[in-house]
């Protein structure tokens, strides 16, 4: 299955900047999504980005919130803008692999505490 | 559209002990369904997978099977370890979620000695 190297593993930011994360796979995939998990809960997809286009966002995410880039098929960019407390989580990056029929693979994800 | 309900932690179990838990889904069509793991400090890892009615998925020990005329999808253990504590979550591939996974709230298991 793919193997997948998310960074940064954890971060602590002010309210109001932004992070960005980044995922890198090892072998080429159509699709890579994203997901939020929040203290407790369970994962939500925020959207799913394919190489060449738009990314595809969840109801309630929005791209002005949490813009994607997707440049090729082996890394994407997840960005967090304006960041409040409310968007402490972990968020992690997700693919299909090809080799394993539904063989999804997660990234380790990125704890992000906002202060 | 499609979800996944699984039953209410946190499970403490005593070490040897059997496990169930509970998952039920909602899907149209013939979903695939999965369990994932996700030991503390740790990343989602796959632990089994079926992707038809009246499949079995097995690993380490646990196993689960794709029942279509109950929309289940139960995970159980024989004899459960201290290692065995985590997250479990339940989740579904389905033609209305596209080709992401549509995770359930997940169950915390806790194994004592």
């Known amino acids: 299955s793919a193997v997948i190297s998310q960074k940064p593993s954890r971060d602590i930011c002010q309210r109001g900047t932004s992070l960005t994360i980044q995922c890198q796979v090892d072998?080429?995939?159509?699709?890579m999504f994203w997901y939020r998990q929040q203290p407790g809960q369970s994962l939500t997809l925020i959207a799913t980005?394919?190489?060449?286009?738009?990314?595809?966002?969840e109801s309630g995410f929005v791209i002005d919130k949490f813009p994607i880039s997707r440049p090729n098929l082996t890394f994407s960019t997840l960005t967090v803008s304006n960041m409040s407390p409310e968007d402490s989580s972990i968020y992690l990056c997700?693919?299909?692999?090809?080799?394993?029929?539904?063989?999804?693979?997660f990234g380790s994800g990125t704890r992000l505490t906002v202060v | 559209g499609d979800s996944v309900t699984q039953m209410e932690g946190p499970v403490t179990l005593s070490e040897e002990a059997f496990l169930t838990i509970n998952c039920t889904y909602t899907?149209?069509?013939?979903?695939?369904l999965f369990w994932y793991v996700q030991y503390p400090g740790e990343g989602l890892q796959l632990l089994l997978k079926?992707?038809?009615?009246?499949d079995k998925g097995s690993n380490k020990g646990f196993e689960a099977t794709y029942r279509k005329e109950t929309t289940s999808f139960h995970l159980e253990k024989g004899s459960v370890q201290v290692s065995d504590s985590a997250v479990y979550f339940c989740?579904?591939?389905?033609?209305?979620?596209?080709?992401?996974?549509?995770f359930g709230k997940g169950t915390s298991l806790l194994v004592t000695p």
């Open positions: 980005a394919n190489q060449g286009s738009e990314a595809t966002y």
């Open positions: 989740a579904l591939r389905g033609s209305n979620s596209g080709y992401a996974l549509n």
């Open positions: 899907a149209t069509g013939y979903p695939s």
């Open positions: 072998s080429q995939v159509t699709m």
């Open positions: 997700s693919v299909e692999g090809t080799a394993t029929l539904y063989g999804y693979t």
């Open positions: 079926a992707t038809k009615a009246d």
